[in-house]
């Protein structure tokens, strides 16, 4: 069974950080892996992405040096570090990534079930 788990979200003040974790499980090959978000009223955006071996990665305009992705191969793990949270920054953070599963006969996306981050004073 394809699993993704996520954790480290919550509430945290204006200017303060968080770091968000995707442990990957059950995929017989996994290749780029990224992170979306969806705000109340707000289509789901794309706000980073990392390739297979972690060499080429994109952020969103509106996280650019506030953000870092990253990824570990050899854990199956995929963080983003979240830093200067503004409350725009409030969403419900989704993992993503483009896999194939034991089972699967495609490669396809697989998504978490995402983690709340709530950025208020």
């Known amino acids: 069974q394809v699993q993704l788990v996520e954790s480290g979200g919550g509430l945290v003040q204006p200017g303060g950080s968080l770091r968000l974790s995707c442990a990957a499980s059950?995929?017989?090959?996994?290749?780029?892996m990224s992170w979306y978000r969806q705000a109340p009223g707000k289509e789901r955006e794309l706000v980073a992405a990392?390739?297979?071996?972690?060499?080429?990665?994109n952020y969103a305009d509106s996280v650019k040096g506030r953000f870092t992705i990253s990824r570990d191969n050899g854990k199956n793990t995929m963080s983003l570090q979240m830093n200067s949270l503004k409350p725009e920054d409030t969403a419900v953070y989704y993992c993503?990534?483009?896999?194939?599963?034991?089972?699967?006969?495609?490669?396809?996306?697989?998504w978490g079930q995402g983690t709340q981050v709530t950025v208020s004073s």
């Open positions: 059950g995929f017989f090959s996994i290749y780029a």
């Open positions: 993503k990534t483009v896999a194939r599963g034991y089972h699967s006969e495609y490669v396809s996306d697989y």
């Open positions: 990392i390739t297979s071996a972690g060499g080429v990665t």
